[in-house]
C-alpha cells in the first residue's frame, strides 16, 4: 500500500516527534478520515515494517524514538 509506505517515510523523517502528532498531521496533509493513520500504523507492525516492545504499551503522546526500536526497510508492502 503506497499510503502505508508514506506513513512510514514519514514517521522515519519525524522520529524525534510525538507519535501522536505525527499521526494527525499525516492525516491533515493527506486529506485522510481521522484515525487512518493509526490503522496505517498498526498494519507497519503487523507486517514488521517497524518493530516496538511488545510487552509495553504503545503511549501515543511519546516521541518516536522510545515507541519503536528498528525501522526495517527491506520488508516488502504488497497491499492492506
Same mark, same amino acid.
Do not use: Q
Given at each position: =500500500?503506497?499510503?502505508? /509506505?508514506?506513513? #512510514?517515510?514519514? @514517521?522515519? !523523517? =519525524? $522520529?524525534? !516527534?510525538?507519535?501522536d502528532?505525527?499521526?494527525? /498531521?499525516?492525516?491533515? @496533509? !493527506? =486529506? +485522510?478520515?481521522? &484515525?487512518?493513520? /493509526?490503522?496505517?500504523?498498526r #498494519?507497519?507492525?503487523? @507486517?514488521? $515494517? +517497524?518493530?516496538? =516492545?511488545? $510487552?509495553? $504499551? +504503545? +503511549?501515543?503522546? *511519546?516521541?518516536?524514538?522510545?515507541?519503536?526500536?528498528?525501522? *526495517? &526497510?527491506d520488508? #516488502?508492502?504488497?497491499?492492506?
Amino acid at each position: =500500500n503506497t499510503l502505508a /509506505l508514506e506513513l #512510514y517515510e514519514f @514517521i522515519i !523523517k =519525524n $522520529k524525534d !516527534k510525538v507519535l501522536d502528532e505525527v499521526l494527525v /498531521l499525516f492525516d491533515d @496533509i !493527506k =486529506n +485522510i478520515e481521522d &484515525g487512518t493513520s /493509526l490503522f496505517l500504523f498498526r #498494519y507497519l507492525i503487523a @507486517i514488521k $515494517k +517497524i518493530e516496538i =516492545n511488545m $510487552k509495553e $504499551k +504503545i +503511549i501515543l503522546d *511519546r516521541p518516536i524514538s522510545d515507541i519503536i526500536i528498528s525501522f *526495517r &526497510g527491506d520488508v #516488502y508492502i504488497e497491499w492492506l
